[in-house]
Antibody
Framework: QVQLQESGPGLVNPSETLSLTCSVT?????????WAWIRQPPGKGLEWIGS???????YYNPSLKSRITFSLDTSNNQFSLNLISVTAADSALYYC??????????????WGQGTLVTVSS | DIQMTQSPSSLSASVGDRITITCRAS??????LNWYQQTPGKAPKVLIS???SLQSGVPSRFSGSGSGTDFTLTISSLQPEDFATYCC?????????FGQGTKVEIK
């Protein structure tokens, strides 16, 4: 079964770049599916950040598009998120997930447990 | 963006109760609606996709219905492991958007 695990620093300074990696086991990131990032600020709902495909095709949330970069590493079966110029508003629990919607109209069907990122000096 | 509005934001119920959570979309999304369960410290879990399709391994006490703009998630007989937060998500058009969540607590 597919498993996802987020990793990255738990504390980021304001104005710097947040970098997270999602390691995938049990399924190839080179498959037909997209791979997504979602976040949840403390006490708030989930926000989709965007999704990436191994072909290079990406979909971004317009609210974050100018600050986001995705990458996908097929040799290590992982994908990554870079979010530049962070502020306290970017503090959140960050999840990675498999996005079956864009290929097959399915759900975000497998999720990591999430990693908490705090933006503070 | 399509706005998703859930109600109630929280509810208290007892083991064995039947509960219903509603989700309303700001425009018609057909049946492109998914339901997730969130428990602290655990990965979110998809319960229902395409408004009413129960995911493999999800107990049959969970059911979903609706189309267009109005959707419901029903748990027919609450079990102790069902006390969690539930949220809906539209998969009709990007950006995917979620409801704010409904926290189900023990009465």
């Amino acid at each position: 079964q597919v498993q996802l695990q987020e990793s990255g620093p738990g504390l980021v300074n304001p104005s710097e770049t947040l970098s997270l990696t999602c390691s995938v086991t049990g399924y190839s990131v080179s498959s037909d599916y997209y791979w997504a990032w979602i976040r949840q600020p403390p006490g708030k709902g989930l926000e989709w950040i965007g999704s990436v495909h191994h072909s290079g095709k990406t979909y971004y949330n317009p609210s974050l598009k100018s600050r986001i970069t995705f990458s996908l590493d097929t040799s290590n079966n992982q994908f990554s998120l870079n979010l530049i110029s962070v502020t306290a508003a970017d503090s959140a629990l960050y999840y990675c997930a498999r996005d079956t919607t864009l290929a097959y109209k399915g759900p975000l069907d497998s999720w990591g447990q999430g990693t908490l990122v705090t933006v503070s000096s | 963006d399509i706005q998703m509005t859930q109600s109630p934001s929280s509810l208290s119920a007892s083991v064995g109760d039947r509960i219903t959570i509603t989700c309303r979309a700001s425009q018609s999304i057909g049946t492109d609606l998914n339901w997730y369960q969130q428990t602290p410290g655990k990965a979110p879990k998809v319960l229902i996709s395409a408004a009413s399709s129960l995911q493999s391994g999800v107990p049959s006490r969970f059911s979903g219905s609706g189309s267009g703009t109005d959707f419901t998630l029903t748990i027919s007989s609450l079990q102790p492991e069902d006390f969690a937060t539930y949220c809906c998500q539209q998969s009709y058009s990007t950006p995917w958007t979620f409801g704010q969540g409904t926290k189900v607590e023990i009465k």
